[in-house]
């Protein structure tokens, strides 16, 4: 009797000679091949762009996109690979320069913070909890703006001074309902 250990949740698994080892653990329901490995194939190269090639082909099929919806996405705008790259490159540099790096709340990729803007009162109407008796936030406040490099999403967080700002009276009516 051999004994097989799980990758995933560390259960022995028992394996009575001449039967076929297990394909999934009996406990965890994961594949007991694969775990944390990449497989490769050596050999022609022809047959691997084949294959890309015929998946490329399917993807294309189960999805059907309008021209419309990505009429801003050209031949012109993305003319070879080297756009990209230099695009994903100027990227990378922006997220070097930026103190906060946001992840994007729908496709999770990092987000560029692109500037500020001042929300002034005629924008912006408080609403003033009972508890404290006068708004949390009040015009005129900064919102940082970032933007993902992938799916251009908008995304903003309150600025650092109005942060503060927030956190005080917050506090301070803490600090009032203690005493």
Known sequence: MSVIICP???SEILQEEGEEPEKICPVCENELDGY???QFSIGDEEDEEEEDNEDIEEEERSISIDDEDLGW???ESLESSEDLERFEEGVESL???QELVPECPLCHEYMIETGERIVGASEFFPRVP???GEP???APFKLTMYVCPSCFTVH???GDEDRQRLVRRISQRD???LV
Do not use: I, M
Request: aromatic share 12%.
């Open 175 to 177: 600090k009032e309902n």
């Open 130 to 132: 009972d508890s404290l």
């Open 136 to 138: 949390l936030l009040e």
């Open 95 to 97: 997220y070097d320069e």
């Open 156 to 158: 903003s967080f309150l």
């Open 36 to 38: 944390r490995t990449l």
């Open 8 to 10: 995933w949740c560390q």
């Open 73 to 75: 996405l050209d031949d």
